[in-house]
């Protein structure tokens, strides 16, 4: 399975990035009909934002009331691993409390080479890689 990110959004994604790259930064994508229209960036409230994200819960319902205005849906949750690979970790699958949502991974660990992955997790906390196509 593929999924179809626009360029601009990528951009946009891996900016956030390369701005806090000793934390891990997060948010949502909304799309309209399958086709990602908007990235919502969100405030990482986590303890350690070194090592993991937690979302602001403001921030969350912030970008929701944004997507229905616009008549998007959840599309996607992205956040960025600063220090280690663009797969998910044991917090990232355990928490995913969504199954039916894409989820990306940025990460800064890659030596000069941004690198963004796309996955699915599901209810049984399986992980199924996803080709990313850009355009």
Not at 6 to 30: R, S
Not at 50 to 75: D, V, W, Y
Not at 112 to 120: E, M, N, P, S
Request: proline content about 6%.
């Amino acid at each position: 399975m593929s999924i179809k990110i626009p360029i601009t959004i990528v951009n946009e994604l891996l900016t956030q990035a390369q701005a806090k790259p000793n934390n891990e930064i997060c948010g949502l994508l909304g799309a309209t009909k399958g086709v990602v229209k908007t990235c919502y960036p969100i405030s990482n409230i986590a303890m350690d934002t070194k090592t993991q994200f937690e979302m602001s819960p403001q921030g969350q319902i912030s970008a929701m009331k944004s997507m229905r205005k616009h008549n998007q849906e959840l599309f996607a949750i992205y956040h960025s691993h600063p220090n280690t690979p663009a797969i998910p970790s044991d917090s990232d699958i355990k928490l995913n409390q969504y199954p039916n949502i894409f989820y990306l991974i940025i990460s800064l660990d890659t030596k000069g080479i941004l690198q963004l992955k796309a996955y699915q997790i599901n209810q049984d906390k399986e992980i199924k890689t996803l080709q990313l196509q850009i355009y």
